[in-house]
């Protein structure tokens, strides 16, 4: 038992290492991996558009699996929205836009979509752990906490605007 606890400790230490390692990544990548990650959910609940509003590169230090985690939460998220104000709307089509811009030494990433958005009360409350809107079993309210999270370790921002029956933007 002694060897299998030094070799857990060891396959331990590796991740760890591997989670704290980045490296210089272009943002157009990692979006096209998301992009394609959820193309089920998309092609069966909006139309989806990926826009870069310059050639790029766009290079972001990071680590790629948080960084793709942290913009699953995002997409899966706005999905849900979409699915929830379209359910009842017959003809009517969900979209998303997800748009890579730079603003000055900035890069700006942002998801918009045209779901349900939110209300002023649950907007104060969505980056808080635990917290969620969804029903029981469906959400954990751990994802936007955890996208805060990630995107703060890498020296990233998150905001939010949101309205009622109209959609959000990240």
Do not use: W
């Not at 985690?69 to 009842?88: C, G, K, P």
């Not at 958005?117 to 969505?126: A, E, P, V």
């Not at 969620?132 to 703060?152: E, N, S």
Request: charged residues 25%; hydrophobic residues 40%; aromatic residues 6%.
């Amino acid at each position: 038992t002694d060897r299998i606890i030094a070799v857990a400790d060891k396959l331990k230490q590796a991740v760890a290492a591997s989670l704290e390692a980045s490296d210089v990544l272009d943002l157009r990548d990692v979006v096209g991996s998301v992009s394609r990650m959820h193309d089920f959910l998309f092609r069966r609940i909006a139309k989806v558009e990926v826009q870069f509003a310059a050639e790029g590169p766009y290079p972001v230090m990071g680590h790629l699996m948080q960084l793709e985690q942290a913009f699953s939460v995002l997409v899966t998220n706005a999905t849900d929205a979409i699915e929830a104000r379209h359910r009842e709307k017959q003809g009517e089509e969900g979209e998303l836009l997800i748009l890579v811009e730079e603003k000055g030494e900035e890069i700006l990433l942002h998801f918009r979509d045209n779901g349900c958005g939110m209300s002023t009360t649950t907007l104060k409350k969505i980056f808080d752990p635990y917290f969620t809107t969804k029903p029981q079993g469906v959400g954990d309210g751990l994802g936007l906490a955890l996208c805060r999270a990630i995107l703060d370790r890498h020296a990233g921002e998150i905001s939010v605007t949101s309205s009622e029956n109209e959609g959000s933007q990240f």
